[in-house]
């Protein structure tokens, strides 16, 4: 089956570090826009960070610019999320997902359903 599978969340302090891996099952991630998204409640979905369909070029929220690192394990067919000098305002509920139709992953309100997407994983960030 097809699976995204989110992990490495946790509670840290602000200024601490992550590393959140988003592992596939049952289709390779080669060929597929793959990023990363955080739902908070009551707040609107956010694009994170994105790795275009050809795995040469990413992008990132202007939130997170100089502090996360989107990366690929293609061996393990694994992408991360490398988290430095976390903030409270990372804080949230961390999806991945999957599109092979576009260069670049979708706008945040609609990456649930375009393509394959995960469980996600909580990420806490305290003050």
């Known amino acids: 089956e097809v699976q995204l599978v989110e992990s490495g969340g946790g509670l840290v302090q602000s200024g601490g570090s992550l590393r959140l891996s988003c592992t596939a099952s049952?289709?390779?991630?080669?060929?597929?826009?793959v990023g990363w998204f955080r739902q908070v409640p009551g707040k609107e979905r956010v694009k994170v960070s994105c790795?275009?369909?050809?795995?040469?070029?990413?992008d990132y929220h202007t939130s997170v610019e100089g502090r996360f690192t989107v990366s690929m394990d293609n061996a393990k067919n694994t992408m991360y999320l490398q988290m430095t000098n976390l903030k409270p305002e990372d804080t949230g509920v961390y999806y991945c997902?999957?599109?092979?139709?576009?260069?670049?992953?979708?706008?945040?309100?609609?990456?649930?359903?375009?393509?394959?997407w995960g469980r996600g994983t909580q990420v806490t960030v305290s003050s």
């Open positions: 790795i275009k369909k050809t795995h040469d070029d990413t």
């Open positions: 997902g999957a599109y092979g139709q576009w260069d670049w992953c979708p706008t945040a309100r609609h990456a649930s359903y375009l393509g394959f």
């Open positions: 049952g289709f390779s991630f080669r060929s597929y826009a």
